[in-house]
Every structure is written in C-alpha cells, then in structure tokens.
C-alpha cells in the first residue's frame, strides 16, 4: 500500500548518512531514508530547507494528522513524516492516504520511521533546519530547545505540544450522570493516552459522595481487551515500559490515597500491556510530582468556599493543557475559565476529542509554546514575515498622482 518517496533534497542524505552511522538498523537505499529500532519511538520531520521543518506531532488523530501535514506542506517544499514503531502500520496508511488525497508532489512527502533518539538528535543539530513542530514529553521539548539553541546561525524556531496535568473542576450545581459519563471518556478512552485525558478529578465535598458512587458502578462495567472487538471499551496502552510505569505509580499513589473505583482485567486475556483503570482519591493535587499518561484518575474534593484555592493549586503545577468545567452556574463556569491558565476549556462535555477547524487546540506553559494547532495563527508560523517600504517620490514619482481618487 506504501512505498517510500524519493527524498530529493542532499540535505536529507547527509542527516540519513549519519543516522545510518549511529543506528545499525539503519538503511539508506536510492534516495530513501529509512531507520527503525523496535525499542524507541520515532520522529517525525516536516523539512524545508529555506523556511521550516519540524518533528511530526504525532499524539493526534488521523484528520489533525492530515492538517498538521497540509499546513507545513502549504508553507514549505519539503515534509519528512515521523511515526511511533508501535503504531507504524496505521501511520503507514494515514501517510498514504494524506499523500493521494492532497495532491502534494512526491518530492515533498517523505516517510522517516527510525528510533527518535538517533533520527531526531541528527534532524535537530543539522543547521538546515529551520524549525521544528514537536508533540510528545515537556522533558524531549525541552531538550529540543537546547539543542536547537545550542547551533550557530540563525535562531531556530520551536512549536512543541506537550503533556499537561489536566484537571476538570466539578461543582454542586453539575448533574451527576452527566459528569460520569464525560468523566469516564476523559479519563479512560484511548486508556488514558491522550495529551488531553483528564488526569485530576476536582469534586466540591457536597456532590463528591453521588459522583464518586455512579462513577465505581461505570467502572464496574467497562470492559478491557482486544481494541479491534466492537465489545472492548478500554484497550492496552502503548508498551510494557508505560504498563511497568503506570503500575508502579498505581502501587505508590494507593498507599497514599483511597482507591475508589478499579475496574477487572478479565482472565485469560494474555500477556498484553494492559493496566487497570483505576481511581483513587488523594489529599491535593499537589502529591502528583508529574502527568501520569494512563488510564489513572485522581480524585481531590474542595469546599465551594475554596474554589479560587483550588484554581491556584491548578496553576502552580505549571502546566495548562486541557481543563473541563462542570456547572449549570454561568458566571461560575466563566470565572474558573478567565482565572485557570490553559490552553483549552470545555465547559459540560468531555475534554478530549478536538475538532480540527472548530476547536484550536494546544496549551501554554509546561504544556506547550503554540500557536494552536487548527486556528488561524498556526501556518503563520511557519513563514517569515517581510515588509516593503518604497519612497516613489524619492525616484523622480509623482506622489499626488497617487492620491488621485477614481470615479
């Protein structure tokens, strides 16, 4: 179904040469660039040699995937796509389909997947790279950022989407089934591995008690297993590396909190990576040191006089990706959303699932640089802006003649 494209840039050999040093699972063969390393995850590069190219953000659905790709491919001539290894097949398909569908030339579109470290590390120091677009940890941004920094010439430019630790507030006024229904979608769907998924669960003390019942009887329910059966409502998560972390933490954070809700992994269903989702309630959101990316709800309870502290403790967690209101309270819902510094609020509904076009999304902080992906700032970023200042009058023009108003 895929065929790699011919990468027709030099520049693109050279950076292929010396991943291929660095990586002996690498192979470079008439033009193609080609690396994998079935332990690490890979980057992608959106290229231009004379403007922007980036690592591919690749924590989004296929259609922000296919936006992402279109708005580099209008403001540059070259995209190199990345992909994560477990994932491979599917991006295969994607990559394809955005390539027939748009029309972009074979010379623009090219398909890199490779170990992130040895592909990203040699895309990043080549002074040819202009800029990088980057989804995944605040810990690789931050090293991209160095890195970039580091390189003599012109000052690169960053657009990085990073994780958040993304709470949704709950006050007394919310309707219960309501919340537990947009909760469980938050929390759980995609077992948790969503830059979006809520993580923290903030419930004022006088409606935590029904919340916290009907949220234990739907978890009860759900069912964990193969993601290709209609039947599953939660599947594994990426590899045994994020399982052995999340179950570490899930050991850790119940000792310290009160486990309300787990739900079963049913015998039988083999050695995948599935974890547990689980919700515990803990003393303050401040115990979480950093986002766990699982199928982990934490629970924190607050008085309705403590709204605003609850606001702030938000805030000092530096990150500001995703924050979900609940309140049939107008003037309520629109101060947590003026005081809460994030990217993105969604005010009773889910948070996770943006629409491209109808929902700019990205955050600020440690969650991100923007602009948002999908809104009207995101290709300018990509393009330098100039500006021309012409004195007619000083060439021998005539400057009235300009000011002459037609008919």
């Known amino acids: 179904l895929f065929q790699f494209l011919p990468v027709g840039e030099a520049a693109c050999y050279d950076i292929g040469q010396q991943i291929e040093k660095k990586c002996p699972h690498s192979r470079i063969e008439a033009g193609i660039i080609a690396a994998a390393d079935s332990h690490h995850p890979v980057f992608a590069f959106f290229t231009q040699w004379d403007q922007c190219r980036g690592l591919y953000p690749a924590g989004f659905g296929a259609e922000q995937e296919f936006e992402f790709a279109f708005t580099q491919a209008t403001a540059t001539r070259a995209i190199l796509v990345q992909v994560n290894l477990e994932c491979i097949h599917f991006r295969i398909i994607c990559t394809e389909v955005f390539y027939i569908l748009s029309g972009i030339p074979g010379n623009v579109l090219h398909f890199l997947p490779g170990a992130g470290a040895v592909i990203g590390a040699a895309a990043v120091a080549d002074p040819r790279v202009a800029g990088v677009a980057f989804t995944g940890s605040m810990a690789t941004a931050q090293r991209i950022n160095r890195s970039l920094a580091g390189r003599d010439g012109p000052i690169a430019v960053l657009i990085a989407e990073t994780g958040g630790q993304n709470t949704m507030i709950v006050d007394s006024s919310a309707l219960p089934e309501q919340v537990v229904k ?25 409606i935590a008690p029904r919340v916290i019942e009907l949220l234990a009887g739907y978890m009860a329910e759900l069912t964990i297993g193969d993601p290709a059966l209609l039947s599953t409502d939660i599947g594994p998560v990426i590899d045994k590396d994020a399982q052995r972390m999340l179950n570490d933490h899930i050991d850790k954070i119940s000792e310290l909190g009160k486990v309300v809700a787990r739900s079963e992994i049913p015998a039988g269903l083999g050695d995948g990576s599935y974890v547990t989702p689980l919700a515990v309630e ?33 805030n000092r967690t530096g990150f500001g990706l995703t924050l979900g209101v609940h309140s049939r309270i107008d003037g ?12 993105n609020v969604y005010v009773n509904r889910n948070m996770v699932g943006a629409v491209v076009g109808v929902q700019p999304f990205g955050g600020c902080g440690l969650s991100g640089t923007g602009p948002k992906a999908g809104g009207p700032f995101y290709l300018h970023r ?25 008919d």
């Open 282 to 314: 803990i003393p303050a959101i401040d115990v979480l040191e950093k986002e766990v990316f699982g199928p982990v709800l934490h629970i924190v309870r607050y008085k309705a006089a403590e709204l605003d502290q609850m606001i702030a403790a938000i």
């Open 182 to 206: 947009d909760v469980v979608q938050s929390a759980f769907n995609s077992a948790g591995q969503r830059c979006s998924a809520l993580r923290v669960l903030c419930l004022q003390e006088e």
């Open 382 to 406: 990509f393009a330098s802006e100039k500006t021309i200042t012409i004195n007619t009058a000083a060439v021998g023009g005539n400057a009235s003649l300009l000011s002459l108003e037609t």
């Open 332 to 343: 309520a819902a629109r101060h947590i959303a003026r005081v809460a510094n994030v990217g």
